[in-house]
């Protein structure tokens, strides 16, 4: 008897199967970590880790380029010489102890798990169910490593968040997030959210599904998402390859959809749907910045994506950045946390980790609300 597998399953096991015989830098180009592989209950769970960080290494497979290398870089780039001396000040104060803590801890060579190398990972339900098998596992196959979760929110996966902390997991705070429920009829009450339905509804822009789309688009895509979030903003963003664009038109990795304007590409958006937790988000957005914004190709994109998350019945991970423009769209601003798990490890390391948690829980706010500011939605 044949049995048919859940697109969203099919799609992650055979990015998974492709990461580990590749490397991840096949889908990733800024990503240099193993991807390996636990078996739970059936469920292939990708592992990521690092044997050495390097400065441009991409937050999402680096801790240290998510808490430490990509405020730093914002710095840099938008303070005031006034400001950054200030900055500069306060890093050898607060900075220079978290790294060092970071170091003792070995967070940078964390066993990741479900880590797809995405902003926003989204888990299953089942992967609450398995925790101690999946715990058990990852503590025999890194036993010197920390374990971890990325983007944990209470708000969106409530039983695993309380499951972690019961275990001993530690939350520490990694970002502020956006969260939407199109089903609420006060989103579609925003001002901004009716402009913007009305904007991608004119024919000026034209919207063009995945399964228009060609090979041959992909370097031009692939040009609008590296103009918007590697150039303008951050070579730390994830800078996914020629490769991975391919995979997501071939398997819906990440459903694509674009924007053309006068016979050229405008627009690129990726939307990642896990439909057992009915969630979804946008590891995948770009736009050609040097258009007009009368145009509003970022708010034809968003506008698009609030439109799916109705018609799918599921709720939207707005992730992080552009806070302003996602409150003004019934984004409700969340608190998400980076999950570790050190019981395994010797007394030196969980110490340090301990200690790196509670100067971070007292950094955070003022760290992850001026960031949140500079990235990109």
């Known amino acids: 008897m044949t049995t048919h597998l859940p697109p969203r399953m099919v799609a992650d096991t055979l990015w998974l199967m492709t990461a580990r015989s590749r490397g991840a830098s096949h889908w990733v180009e800024n990503s240099h970590c193993t991807i390996e592989q636990l078996d739970i209950d059936g469920h292939p769970v990708p592992v990521s880790h690092l044997t050495k960080s390097q400065w441009q290494e991409s937050y999402v497979s680096s801790l240290r380029s998510a808490w430490l290398r990509y405020p730093h870089q914002e710095a840099k780039r938008h303070l005031t010489a006034g400001q950054l001396a200030l900055y500069q000040a306060a890093s050898c104060l607060i900075l220079g102890p978290i790294s060092l803590l970071m170091r003792a801890a070995r967070l940078d060579q964390a066993a990741i798990l479900a880590n797809h190398l995405i902003s926003t990972n989204l888990y299953p339900p089942w992967l609450q169910t398995s925790m101690p098998e999946v715990l058990w596992q990852a503590q025999q196959h890194y036993p010197d490593r920390p374990i971890v979760l990325r983007n944990l929110c209470p708000a969106v996966h409530p039983e695993l968040f309380e499951q972690l902390r019961q275990q001993g997991w530690q939350m520490i ?11 609420d009829p006060a989103v579609w009450q925003h001002n901004h959210v009716r402009k913007d339905a009305r904007l991608l509804a004119d024919q000026e822009v034209e919207l063009v599904a995945a399964s228009a789309l060609q ?31 391919e995979f997501c038109l071939e398997t819906q990795f990440l459903d694509c959809y674009a924007l053309r304007w006068q016979g050229k590409w405008v627009g690129i958006l990726g939307v990642y749907a ?57 984004g409700q601003p969340a608190l998400e946390y980076t999950a570790v798990y050190s019981q395994h490890l010797p007394v030196l390391n969980k110490l340090s980790l301990n200690l790196f948690s509670r100067l971070l829980q007292r950094c955070a706010p003022g760290i992850l609300s001026y960031a949140d500011k500079q990235k990109p939605g």
């Open 274 to 330: 896990q439909p057992e937790s009915g969630w979804m988000t946008t590891p995948l957005i770009g736009y050609d910045t040097q258009l007009p914004k009368e145009l509003g190709i970022y708010r034809r994109l968003m506008a698009l994506l609030l439109k799916l998350a109705k018609d799918k019945q599921m709720k939207l991970h707005y992730s992080s950045g552009a806070a302003q423009f996602k409150l003004a769209r019934g």
């Open 215 to 245: 090979r041959e688009d992909i370097p031009a895509l692939r040009r609008l998402f590296r103009q918007l979030f590697i150039e303008k903003h951050s070579c730390l963003n994830p800078d996914f390859s020629d490769d991975f664009f």
């Open 173 to 183: 705070p990694a970002r502020q997030v956006y969260l939407c429920d199109p089903a």
